[in-house]
């Protein structure tokens, strides 16, 4: 019983450092375009504009997994930017609210007319675009210093 009992302590000691690491690690993606920009506004921070085809853009799901995911961005973005994903997704079961989808494709429209995937963009707190850059297969701290570069 006692040894049953110390097996279901570290199971849920585990499940709440797995739970406790996620959160430590999330990525702060503001939920609207207009958000971003009061946020950036109000902290002086430029707004990371992030183009995506989460479901079905290799290049996107990389950029994904190897930058935005990475404990070094996500460490340097919370002191350092503002993030907004203005994704497209074409699956069905990732479909976004209208309201969503219309957003998304006025930002579109003003920022990414050629419709390049992935396309990120940094913005100044007016939303007049500072530069733009794709993927590239780099370290996460170079991808941080070649956002830099535009703000500087």
Not at 14 to 41: G, H, P, R
């Amino acid at each position: 019983m006692i040894v049953n009992l110390f097996l279901g302590l570290k199971k849920i000691n585990f499940i709440l450092i797995l739970l406790f690491s996620v959160f430590a690690f999330s990525q702060d993606w503001e939920s609207s375009y207009e958000k971003a920009i009061t946020s950036s506004k109000e902290t002086g921070k430029p707004v990371i504009l992030v183009f995506a085809g989460s479901d079905w853009c290799a290049s996107c799901i990389k950029l994904e997994r190897e930058i935005w995911k990475t404990s070094e961005f996500i460490s340097y973005a919370k002191e350092n930017y503002i993030l907004y994903k203005a994704d497209f997704p074409r699956k069905k079961t990732n479909k976004l609210s209208k309201e969503k989808e219309k957003q998304n494709a006025k930002l579109a429209e003003k920022y990414n007319p050629k419709g390049y995937f992935p396309l990120v963009v940094v913005l100044n707190k007016e939303g007049k675009s500072l530069g733009k850059i794709g993927y590239k297969k780099v370290a996460p701290s170079i991808y941080i210093s070649l956002l830099n570069s535009f703000v500087n």
